[in-house]
Nanobody, 127 residues
Framework: QLQLVESGGDLVQPGGSLRLSCVAS????????IGWFRQAPGKEREGVSC????????NYADSVRNRFTISRDNTESTAYLQMNSLKPDDTSVYFC????????????????????WGQGTQVTVAS
């Protein structure tokens, strides 16, 4: 059974850092594009970052570019989102998602482009 489990969310002060993890089971992560999304109360789900199955392409929302870094470790079936210089506006539930896309050199930041989703992890940025 395919499962995605996020972790690493926490309460952090502005300017702080967190690293989110997304552990995948029931699939061979090598063949999947991975996306990170977030959703704050009353707002639509927003694409944050994605990485292609090949690992050669990454995309970032303008709001997080140069602060967040997406990565993947296929041997550990895990994706990561390193978040630095966090701001209160980054407060959201963060979700990882995957879509089967073997040997792909692109990825999309649209939620409807992804097939499987995790349950989310809460990130709160406040002093």
């Amino acid at each position: 059974q395919l499962q995605l489990v996020e972790s690493g969310g926490d309460l952090v002060q502005p300017g702080g850092s967190l690293r989110l993890s997304c552990v995948a089971s029931g699939l061979t992560l090598d063949y999947y594009n991975i996306g990170w999304f977030r959703q704050a109360p009353g707002k639509e789900r927003e694409g944050v970052s994605c990485i292609s199955s090949s690992g050669s392409v990454t995309n970032y929302a303008d709001s997080v570019r140069n602060r967040f870094t997406i990565s993947r470790d296929n041997t550990e079936s895990t994706a990561y989102l390193q978040m630095n210089s966090l701001k209160p506006d980054d407060t959201s539930v963060y979700f990882c998602a995957v879509i089967l896309s073997p040997e792909t050199d692109y990825c999309l930041l649209r939620a409807n482009a992804y097939q499987f989703w995790g349950q989310g992890t809460q990130v709160t940025v406040a002093s």
